[in-house]
């Protein structure tokens, strides 16, 4: 069993999916990583992995996501229940810090706030699809050390977004 910490820490947790929304039957999460800023765990979606994420994502924890409708959409679909214990979005919140178009993704998000350099080009090739949300892109062909890094960035640097956004607000997170 994978041990979280305590409970009055946040983590982070991020999806790697074949299509943007989940309503496809075929639709699949490829890979999830957690994250509490010192310690992260990017790991395939199958076997008990996906059970000991579901205790997570039901458990007193509290999680930070990006855009958390994403993954709340999908862990409604595959794993029957909602996630548990929001705590931030760090979209939300970049919505809240500056309002303009265009700036509230993770990426640029990470490079403003945080200086972090682009950390996708390895995986971005099998990100797009070409089509709607339903529309499946090539994630599954990507070589799982990528996917799994890729995945494991997301959710560490979700992490770190979300402190020094509730920062700027002046909001303890």
């Excluded at 000991?52 to 924890?61: D, M, N, S």
């Excluded at 959409?73 to 029957?80: E, G, K, S």
């Amino acid at each position: 069993m994978m041990a979280f910490g305590s409970a009055k820490k946040p983590w982070a947790f991020d999806y790697e999916t074949d299509r943007l929304k989940p309503d496809h039957p075929d639709a699949r999460i490829v890979s999830c990583a957690v994250s509490d800023g010192e310690t992260t765990l990017a790991y395939p979606w199958h076997g008990a992995a996906v059970e000991e994420t579901k205790g997570f994502l039901g458990g007193l924890i509290h999680k930070i996501g990006a855009n958390l409708k994403f993954e709340q959409r999908w862990t409604l679909r595959h794993l029957r229940m909602p996630v548990r214990n929001w705590a931030w979005d760090t979209v939300l919140a970049a919505h809240a810090l500056d309002n303009r178009g265009g700036v509230t993704g993770v990426e640029f998000q990470a490079f403003a706030l945080l200086g972090q350099e682009p950390w996708d080009a390895a995986v971005a090739p099998y990100l797009t699809s070409k089509g709607g949300g339903n529309s499946v892109n090539r994630i599954r062909e990507c070589p799982l050390p990528k996917l799994l890094e890729y995945n494991g960035m997301d959710a560490l640097i979700e992490y770190h977004l979300a402190h020094e956004q509730a920062r700027r607000l002046g909001v303890k997170l």
